[in-house]
């Protein structure tokens, strides 16, 4: 069965950087588009950042835009969330997902897109 495996997370300090990991077994990794996501305490899920199976489009909600780095290394089925700059506003449980969609991304992708989803890794930024 699929199975989407996220690492990383923890708590640091606003202005600080973590690097998110997840791990994908189940699946022909490098032919699904991969995508973060992370929902707060008591907010809905929000879109984070997605790309293409082939690594080679990216997309990204503005609130992240310049301060995180979707990539993937299909070699080792795992794709990753560089966090930099890092915000309280940014604490969140962050969870990756995989989708089948074969395009490219040119806007905020529905999280109805996505197939399989992980668990979620929890960051917090204090402040």
């Known amino acids: 069965q699929v199975q989407l495996v996220e690492s990383g997370g923890g708590l640091v300090q606003a202005g600080g950087s973590l690097r998110l990991s997840c791990a994908a077994s189940?699946?022909?990794?490098?032919?699904?588009?991969m995508g973060w996501f992370r929902q707060a305490p008591g907010k809905e899920r929000e879109f984070v950042s997605t790309?293409?199976?082939?690594?080679?489009?990216?997309y990204y909600a503005a609130s992240v835009k310049g301060r995180f780095t979707i990539s993937r290394d299909n070699a080792k089925n795992t794709v990753y969330l560089q966090m930099n700059s890092l915000k309280p506003e940014d604490t969140a449980v962050y969870y990756c997902?995989?989708?089948?969609?074969?395009?490219?991304?040119?806007?905020?992708?529905?999280?109805?897109?996505?197939?399989?989803w992980g668990q979620g890794t929890q960051v917090t930024v204090s402040s």
């Open positions: 997902a995989a989708t089948a969609y074969g395009g490219s991304f040119y806007s905020t992708p529905p999280a109805s897109l996505y197939d399989y």
């Open positions: 189940g699946l022909t990794f490098s032919t699904y588009g």
């Open positions: 790309i293409r199976w082939s690594g080679g489009n990216t």
